[in-house]
């Protein structure tokens, strides 16, 4: 049985609500043997940590502010962020970042807590977890000027260009592949087949962007072997390095 690990998916929310074990153990007898969890706001952090406490050898959370959820109370939503980062361990700080695709209108209120979220994991050794959705240009240049040697963390759902791919690696950080990859008409193949494993991280972002041949319905963490299938098919490797590879990226980035 080969061993995955699952970097990035919100199996805390209401889509799994009726049937949460089961996806569980769908996502165990796939080899899938750990998922990360990332907050989005102070209205999932209870949902997060009451699922992290069912499954404790298997999901593990982390603790930041989406970037979707940047609106008039960021400041007290980024005072409940850094409270909970102050009262226990967690994998990183995320998911943080930029998001320009569904509205702008804070875009400065999201710069601005993005670069405090980097503050904070850079205070508590964290790594982070990054929300680039059509933004990746900035991302970029806000990790370029908080690193400083001891920033780390993953461009998740990467979806830039071959260049920016390079510079995301050239910063010490990884790039979360999904489901995306599977799809037809996607760049990613092209952009991965000249990347190596050792800065690649698998991910569903589940219960969104199911890969083929689930597209459009749910998705969840027991169909990463089908983005590592993709991987491996596109890079011409054996599936079993992918996984050995892209699993001890995880576990060293998130040191659980």
Request: proline share 4%; glycine share 6%; net charge negative.
């Amino acid at each position: 049985m080969l061993s995955f690990i699952d970097s990035h998916a919100h199996l805390f929310l209401p889509e799994f609500k009726e049937d949460s074990e089961t996806v569980m153990q769908r996502m165990m007898d796939a080899g899938v043997e750990k998922v990360f969890l990332p907050n989005i706001d102070s209205s999932t952090i209870d949902d997060l940590l009451n699922f992290e406490k069912r499954f404790p050898e298997h999901a593990f959370a982390m603790m930041g502010l989406h970037p979707c959820s940047v609106k008039e109370n960021t400041d007290g939503e980024l005072n409940i962020v850094k409270q909970q980062l102050s009262q226990r361990k967690f994998a990183a700080v995320g998911e943080i970042g930029l998001d320009f695709y569904w509205d702008t209108t804070f875009k400065e209120q999201q710069i601005a807590a993005f670069s405090t979220q980097i503050d904070w994991a850079l205070l508590y050794g964290l790594p982070v977890v990054i929300h680039s959705r059509n933004s990746t240009r900035e991302c970029i240049d806000i990790v370029r000027s908080k690193q400083t040697g001891s920033l780390k963390g993953v461009f998740h759902c990467f979806s830039g260009t071959a260049d920016e791919a390079h510079e995301i690696i050239d910063l010490g950080f990884y790039l979360g592949i999904g489901g995306v990859i599977t799809f037809k008409k996607s760049t990613l193949p092209e952009i991965v087949k000249d990347i190596n494993l050792s800065y690649m991280l698998l991910e569903t972002d589940a219960p969104y962007l199911a890969p083929v041949p689930y597209r459009g319905k749910r998705n969840e963490s027991s169909y990463i072997p089908l983005i590592a299938e993709k991987i491996a098919d596109t890079k011409n490797r054996e599936v079993a390095e992918v996984a050995r590879v892209t699993t001890e990226n995880a576990a060293g980035l998130f040191n659980f």
